[in-house]
């Protein structure tokens, strides 16, 4: 096993990857050496790192040994514009920055304008279930063989993608056997439940309910949520919950996680949740 | 510019008909689905209130929509393993049957019917979360023959994502989603988690959640009510002559389980709306149409109900 650590800063790494989970975690998860660090957005565009925060954290990875990762989100028009600008901005970052892709436009744009970057398709590509009303009930085994996510698999190696991520969904079987040989990653301990343009964190900062949600899908965003995940309290579960900026999180059960380890190449890692 | 029409029975064909409908849409389980796959639903909603009850009648609705095209929802985000097959052969079945095309998200079953070369009968759903042009093209390049907008894109944003070679379809009425449809990754067979979605989360302040309740009591039909029979839910109508303008092909009407008398409301008024469209009329004048059948003046004019409220000035009024 080999890890991965979802980075918001430049501040120094553990030497163990576990280390930035809580203990319980950390005494499940098996040993493995860091590979990577990841930073960006897999769902929010205005919450993408600029060029130059892309740079501190690739000269970060290049002084630790290991490989850069761009997380890139599904993308709006303006996303994607947003998105090319930055990637044209980095072109020149040697060794090249992987980069995520949640979108298909956004792979597109990186198959055809900007090859060099090395692709990996990020867990907003699985759409299972990830409930976590239903996510105790879940199987605690599975087998990988089966037919899901065959076909999306040989596209994505057909197309020259490197790499499969998902987190923990309630069918346990999208990164199936490697047969197609992409590395397959799994996100631990924080999977999403739900995601939204119309952006409760982003409500905060509006003047009226005219720039709220819906009406407010045309308005720029500060964004507010940066640093801030908010505890949320449910009764129709026991999981814990967080909301951070657009999207609702929650920790997957150990139990859970357990059984999806087996059929990952690499576990990366989040501090906390975040969008 | 056409009005496609949410239906779950062929007793509802004619009604439709006459309200307006110009092509349909509607749900059907596969035979044998439930025993080998439980209660996972085969598109997003549930059989017994949302679907079609048989093959039987979906021919008859096949029949008695004559020219006017029936489409099927294949349209779970995912399916289990094995899944794939089973819907892959019930859409050539549904195909060969009359269905003029399938409703799919799911990447698999997506890419199982454009390899049997039925890509053209193929229209992507809202729950594929295409929301950008390069993205459009990607599945045209696939040989889809329609995509489908998700619900929350602004007009600007629309008119940046169609590109030729492809059929548009976006929402017009009804049913709104708190999460992106697409990147819900929860299911309504355990209820509606947005239902119980922003109370309860710390560090949210009261006003803010009270604007979150009403915005999604607003997409929950301003708590089921209806205005002199018409719904009061999302509704993009003033917005058809801009979206005619953009070229969106057909305006979805939703819900496919709502009874007739709301169905068929729906319709009405969508019809009407395009009518005075095609005649060239403005969003304002739609608008008064609207209030005129609909009442609630000022849920229109406040933007309350608005799927696309960018078409209208924002007020600077605080509430």
Redesign the interface.
Known sequence: MEYGIHVHDANPLPPDARDVCEASWRTMLPPGPLRAIYFGSE?CADLLPGRTEVRRYCSQASSLNVDAVLLTP???????ARIRKLLAGIADIEPAPAVVFN???????LRDVFPHFPRRAGR???????????MEQAPASFSPE???????RA?LAGLGVGALETDA?I?G?FLGDGAEGLQRVLYLPY????????C??K??E??????????G??LPCKGPCRG?W???????TALPLW?AGNT?FFEVPQCRAEALIRQADRIVLQARPAP | MRILAPLRHSSEVASLLEAGADEFFCGLTPPGWTARFGSAWANRRAPQSAGVPDLADFVRIVDQAGDRPVYVALNA??????A??MLSAFGVELLERGAAGLIV????LL??LT?SGLGAKVHLSS?A???????????RDLGIGRIILPR???L??IE??LIPGLEFEAFLLNDGC???E??????HA??A??N???A??????GE?LE??D??KWTLNHSGCRTGNGYPMGPCGLCAIPRLLATGIASFKVVGREASLPRKAASVRIAAQALRLAKQGADPLVIRQSVVALRGSPQMCE??HL??Y??LWE??????
């Open positions: 769902f599904i993308a709006s028009p303006g996303g994607l979108d298909w436009g956004v792979a597109s744009l907003l590509m699985n759409r299972g279930l990830r409930d976590p009303r239903l089966g037919d899901r996510g065959r076909r999306l596209l969904d069918e079987t999977a999403f439940a739900a995601s939204s343009r119309n409760l964190v409500a905060e509006a003047e009226s309910i005219d720039q709220c949600f819906t009406r899908l045309d801030r908010h505890r949320v309290d449910r009764p129709d909301r609702v | 985000p995912y399916y289990p393993d094995g794939v097959a998200a799911d990447m698999d890419l199982a390899e729950l979360t295409c929301i950008n042009a390069g993205s459009a093209k990607f599945y929350h894109l602004t600007k944003e940046q994502i708190v999460f992106e697409g990147l819900c990754a929860t299911t355990a209820g988690f947005c119980l979605d922003g309860g989360t710390e560090g949210i302040s803010t604007r979150y009403f915005w406040e933007r608005c799927y409220p960018d924002r007020k600077k009024t605080a509430c």
